[in-house]
């Protein structure tokens, strides 16, 4: 399946300050991106650059992925819900009423043998 594409209306965008390797200039710019998905509310955060805008083009293919993978597990559950309806209402077929049946017939003579012995 294709990557979602993700509308800017749809986006909220935060930065901050980024830690790890990079020396002065990951302390003096806010390189940290959060992006966030507002109808989905998935988030995702990138220090992975020293850039700002490479972390911003990260976290969009994340996210992307993100929703992606998301639409792909609904349609996945939705799928195993039908199935499981279409099993459950399925009518049985002879054999399997007929193994049913020998099945009872068989406990009901267990059951039958747990009875008082008469002398």
Do not use: Y
């Not at 597990?73 to 054999?95: D, E, I, N, V």
């Amino acid at each position: 399946m294709e990557p979602v594409q993700l509308r800017d209306e749809d986006l909220t965008e935060s930065f901050a300050r980024s830690s790890g390797p990079g020396g002065q200039h990951v302390n003096k710019v806010s390189t940290a991106v959060t992006l966030t998905h507002i109808p989905s509310g998935l988030s995702v955060m990138v220090t992975d650059s020293r850039s700002q805008s490479m972390n911003r083009k990260i976290a969009r293919e994340r996210l992307s992925a993100k929703l992606t993978e998301q639409i792909i597990l609904r349609r996945q559950k939705a799928r195993a819900a039908a199935a499981k309806t279409r099993r459950r209402l399925a009518p049985r077929s002879r054999s399997e009423k007929k193994k049913l049946v020998e099945g009872k017939r068989h406990r009901s003579e267990v059951k039958r043998g747990r009875g008082r012995v008469s002398e």
